[in-house]
């Protein structure tokens, strides 16, 4: 499975931006899909999780209430709408595929910059 992140850029604080993910599998449904981050001299970082229906959703508590996963199964994609967007939202974002829904992901995009300018 490829995956291949979009729609990083700079964007003011406070403001929004909705990055993808496409998946190159027949199989897309198999997977329930993550969002990961990862900012300078940081560790990668758990955003959110979907599973493979949609209907199942996981947020950590920094991005609870800001952030929202969804996913579309006829268009092998993935997205995550970011509001109110902050400084320390910069970040490389990554988006990763789960075949075993154990939490452990399997393979991952190559990333998209998101920059946050105060």
């Known amino acids: 499975v490829q995956l291949q992140a979009s729609g990083g850029g700079l964007v003011q604080a406070g403001g929004s931006l909705t990055l993808s993910c496409a998946a190159s599998?027949?199989?897309?449904?198999?997977?329930?899909m993550g969002w990961f981050r990862q900012a300078p001299g940081q560790e990668r970082e758990f955003l959110a999780r979907?599973?493979?229906?949609?209907?199942?959703?996981w947020y950590s508590d920094a991005v609870k209430g800001r952030f929202t996963i969804s996913r579309d199964n006829a268009k092998n994609t993935v997205y995550l709408q970011m509001n109110t967007l902050k400084p320390e939202d910069t970040a490389v974002y990554y988006c990763?595929?789960?075949?075993?829904?154990?939490?452990?992901?399997?393979?991952w995009g190559q990333g998209t910059l998101v920059t946050v300018s105060s």
């Open positions: 990763a595929a789960d075949s075993r829904a154990g939490g452990v992901y399997d393979y």
């Open positions: 599998t027949d199989t897309f449904t198999s997977y329930s």
């Open positions: 979907i599973g493979r229906s949609g209907n199942n959703k």
